[in-house]
């Protein structure tokens, strides 16, 4: 699949360069049957053409929802929990006994561990249970309609197209989230396109339904991520009291080593294992929250979804499967910055010399970069977090 997927990648991206600035310069219908027109020159047929015959004009429910800004920054301990529970844990141990075999044929083929495949499925769909009811057709083209990131979208779109044609699923079942996100993996179609795989050699790939296509298919994609079976995730860990938190996050990364003779520790105090492997130190709640060092298949997870919250969750979900307890170093009553209070801090941070670009409400590199410059012209510890206590020390 993988060079016919390039193919039509390549082709897509030749023909959209010539395509109007503005989608929405033309009617949706007349974008429609442009769409068409280029779908059948990639070779859809007119057959699988006719869904289009049924989308409406752009969903103003996916609008909204693509357009929607949180009210709050959402906290590390409140992402934690909405997603591990006593009863998240339970069910994922008893998933893993009832489909060992099928996980362990998924393990010996790709080296990605059992409890970890379940993890990936819980946290993408609560293993199966929410998997979006949208049109993923009807989203796609909505959000391809939509002038902002149409050449992303379209191509998404025309993919979903090209997945249907070859028969993996019928149009009204492919159902996913109200940014196209599809199945119990959550895949975009380009990432459907690229690395399902038909586990149980029925002809098609069933992401919606069939196990084995699911555990298949999220198992290669994490493989070609370069996940290693013989790794864990990472582990929570104690900084020294003189930790230099220039070194905190994805961006730097030490030998075992190297983080061991820094003077990190494991909870108990005890040295760090040291073995041929490089990590970086997440925080994923600043320096007054839980310290973990990430290794290589920590990199993977963020290669699946590229958010800290979401691989620290994956990994630690997974240990709980294997009877590992909660982490130990959680903050308490963590405080969520609201939006405007982000956008307060970045305007106070730049009127003070401290450049965090464009206020916007999120905290990106940039932002992090200016918090750590103030940190240290106060010597507050450098961990780059925005939060309450940093804003009150700009407003003061």
């Known amino acids: 699949m993988k060079s016919v997927s390039a193919v039509l990648v390549s082709f897509c991206l030749s023909l959209t360069l010539s395509l109007p600035v503005n989608a929405q310069d033309q009617s949706f219908d007349d974008w429609l049957e442009e ?7 990639l070779g859809i047929s007119e057959s699988t053409l006719i869904a289009l015959d049924s989308l409406e004009a752009p969903l103003e429910r996916v609008l909204e929802l693509d357009n929607s800004q949180p009210e709050f920054v959402q906290t590390f301990t409140r992402y934690l929990s909405l997603r591990i529970t006593a009863n998240q844990i339970s069910r994922g141990q008893n998933l893993l006994q009832q489909h060992a075999a099928l996980l362990e044929e ?14 990936f499925w819980a946290v993408e769909s609560n293993y199966g249970r929410a998997t979006g009811g949208f049109s993923v057709l009807q989203a796609l083209a909505t959000l391809a309609y939509d002038p902002r990131r149409s050449a992303f979208f379209r191509r998404e779109l025309l993919t979903a197209l090209q997945i249907i044609d070859e ?9 996913g989230s109200w940014a196209g996100a599809m199945g119990q993996l959550q895949f975009l179609p380009s990432v459907f ?44 860990v104690v900084l020294p009291n003189d930790f230099d938190f220039s070194l905190v996050g994805t961006r730097t990364r030490k030998p075992l080593q190297e983080w061991q003779e820094l003077g990190i520790t494991q909870l108990n105090g005890n040295p760090i294992p040291v073995a041929n492997m490089n990590a970086s130190v997440v925080l994923p709640a600043g320096a007054s929250g839980p310290a973990f060092l990430g290794y290589q298949n920590f990199r993977a997870t963020m ?23 909660p982490i130990q170093r959680m903050p308490v009553n963590e405080q969520a910055m609201s939006v405007a209070d982000v956008m307060e801090l970045q305007e106070l941070l730049n009127a003070s010399g401290f450049d965090s670009g ?33 804003l009150e020390s700009l407003r003061n």
């Open 35 to 41: 769409l068409r027109t280029e779908a059948l020159a």
């Open 106 to 119: 998924v393990r010996q083929r790709y080296g990605v561990q059992p409890h970890y495949l379940v993890a």
């Open 167 to 175: 028969g993996h699923i019928a149009a009204d079942n492919m159902s």
């Open 193 to 236: 396109y690229e690395y399902g795989v038909d586990g149980n050699n029925d002809g098609r790939i069933d992401i919606w339904n069939s196990l084995p296509d699911i555990f298949h298919s999220a198992a290669n994609f994490l493989s070609n991520l370069g996940w290693r079976g013989d790794e864990r995730w990472g582990r929570e």
């Open 303 to 325: 290669g699946y979804n590229p958010s800290t919250y979401y691989a620290l969750t994956v990994g630690h979900l997974a240990d709980r499967y294997t009877g590992a307890g």
């Open 358 to 390: 464009q206020p916007d409400g999120r905290v990106g590199r940039q932002t992090r970069a200016a918090i750590r410059a103030f940190q240290e012209s106060i010597n507050m510890p450098m961990d780059g977090y925005a939060s309450a206590q940093l």
